[in-house]
Structures are given as C-alpha cells and as structure tokens.
C-alpha cells in the first residue's frame, strides 16, 4: 500500500523533516540487513488517541538489538517519550508508527561491530492490512520459517522479513491474501507477518515460539483477553491439517490486528464467517482499543492529538 508522508521524523534524540530522513547507499544495513525494527498502531480514542502497547513494543526492539550485539544508546523510556512527542508533533492519528535501528555508514564486510547505529521513528496513516472484508483467503506457503538455531525467530530484524517476502509475494500471485509458513519440521509456524490462532470445539490453539515464532504483541493480548474471557487456551506444536479442520482461524498482529481467514488453501474454514470465539476476541480487542471499554490491562499510552474517527477492523 501507498506511503503517506507526514512532517516529522524522529532521528537520534531530534525531530528532522520526513524529507531529511536519508542514508547512505554504502550504510551496513543497506548490504547486509542490519536493522532491527517494531510496527505500533495508534488509535482513536473519545477524547483523543492512544498508542498501543508502546513499551512492550520498544522493549521488543531493544531485546532484538540485544540479541544482535546492536548497541542503542536510548533507554526504553527515552524510546517511549520520543515516540509520543513524534504522534504529537505530525498531528496524525490514527496511525501506524515504525521505530528502526540499524547499522549505518562507515564501516562494510559482514562484521558489524564497528559500524555506528542510528535510531529513527517515523509516523504515517495506514489502514487493514490483510485484503478481504469478508475474511482472508490464505494459503499454505512453499516457503518455510527459518529453522532454529539459524537465525533468531524471536528478533524482529530486518533480514528475517525477506524470508517474509517470499511468502508474501506468493500468496498473492497466485491469487490469495497471505500466506502460512511451516517450520522447517512441517509444523505450522505463523504467516508472513501475522501469528495464527484456530478455534476447534471451543478452544483456542496457537503455535508456541518453539515454532519459529515471533513473539507478537498483539499475540500476547490474544492470550490474555482469552483467558479473561474464560476460553480455553493451548500453546502447542500443530500440524497442517489442523487448518482444515478447524472452526475458526485467525491472524493477529499490529498490522493485520484480528482478521478472521475465511478460507485455507480454498477449503472453507468452519462456514466461512467470522465464528464465535473469533468474534467475541476482536469485539473485546477493538472495544479496548477505540477507548469503548476500560483499559484494565494498562495498555494504552495517551498522546494529545485530535481525531476524526477511530480505526476500524
């Protein structure tokens, strides 16, 4: 989808024009991937916005880098304030906000060490990710997740989404939304950038992280408004099949949300509609996060910014 520029970019402890934003075309990451990054949803609020989860996702990003031996000079709560001050400074809400660090110009070969870090935080309008209003029409992809021990499933760094790309890219061409990736065991692992949930006979299953997963934000709040709902929940290896079988399907991420999947591999998931269990867990999600429910779970952080109307499912 089309990018939306906004005014502002936040840029190692200083608000530039989203025009300035630039690198260098020899900078490490450019050649070698070296990035580590987080996706956040702000939303629309009754007297105003909020952003979603901003330390559980800064923290993401610092523990990436971590793992990453990336040296980021920022503390979670510097990585926080800069984020509200950049919502507040474009004036732009609801929206989707992208934090990154990554190696920049000085030094090249595959040794980072050297190589400096810039820290950046760009915000910009951005709707449903996943095509379909009636659901997702997914497939199974050729493509695998990457096997453990290879590179590291719970960082979320640049270079693993090339391994997302290729299942992304095709899911579409060959006519489907999204695709699911396996593991390399032939479990299901997740979809390009989306954990996945089924329901069957009431009770929610999802992947463990074993399964080459990401450790989703919006994952973890699945989990929780499931259990506090009173659902059933199991964390366990799954094998394909159990997509065909299943009552209800899912996909949860900061981009894709909930989004229910109306069909698998062109077989119908239940009858195709949005189930029960699916329907109750995005009702609670959304009533959280448009502010139409309480925030009991501390999830929200307030930014000053009007709004025109909330994001939708």
């Known amino acids: ?49 909020a952003i979603f989860r901003l330390q559980d996702h800064m923290r993401r990003m610092l523990d990436s880098a971590k793992i990453y031996r990336m040296p980021v000079r920022y503390t979670l709560d510097e990585l926080c304030a800069a984020a509200v001050e950049l919502v507040e400074s474009n004036g732009v809400a609801p929206c989707y906000i992208r934090p990154i660090a990554f190696r920049g110009y000085g030094e090249i070969g595959v040794n980072p060490l050297r190589a400096p870090v810039d820290v950046y935080i760009a915000n910009f309008p951005w709707g449903k990710y996943v095509p379909g209003n009636d659901g997702a029409d997914v497939c199974i992809s050729s493509w695998n997740r990457l096997a453990p021990n290879t590179m590291p499933s719970m960082a979320k760094v640049g270079a693993n989404y090339m391994n997302s790309q290729l299942i992304r890219m095709e899911a579409e061409i060959n006519g489907y939304s999204e695709g699911i990736a396996l593991d390399v065991n032939g479990y299901l692992s ?10 069957r006979d009431g009770v929610l299953y999802t992947t463990p992280l074993a399964n080459s997963v990401l450790s989703g934000i919006t994952r973890a709040s699945v989990l929780t408004i499931a259990k506090a709902m009173g659902i059933p929940v199991v964390e366990q290896a799954l094998p394909r099949e159990m997509v065909y079988i299943c009552d209800e399907a899912f996909f949860s991420g900061t981009a894709a949300e909930v989004t229910h999947l109306r069909s698998v591999d062109k077989i119908l998931v239940g009858d195709g509609s949005m189930g029960p269990v699916t329907t109750a867990i995005h009702k609670e999600f959304f009533a959280i996060v448009n502010g139409i429910k309480p925030d009991i779970y501390d999830w929200l952080t307030p930014v000053r910014v009007p709004v025109a109307e909330p994001v939708g499912a």
């Open 1 to 49: 989808m089309a990018l939306e520029t906004t005014k502002n970019i936040w840029h190692n402890g200083k608000l530039i024009a989203w025009e300035k934003a630039q690198i260098h075309v020899m900078s490490h990451v450019v050649h070698y991937g070296s990035s580590v990054f987080e996706g956040l949803r702000c939303y629309a609020q009754p007297s105003g916005a």
């Open 190 to 199: 997740e979809g390009s950038g989306e954990n996945i949930f089924l329901v």
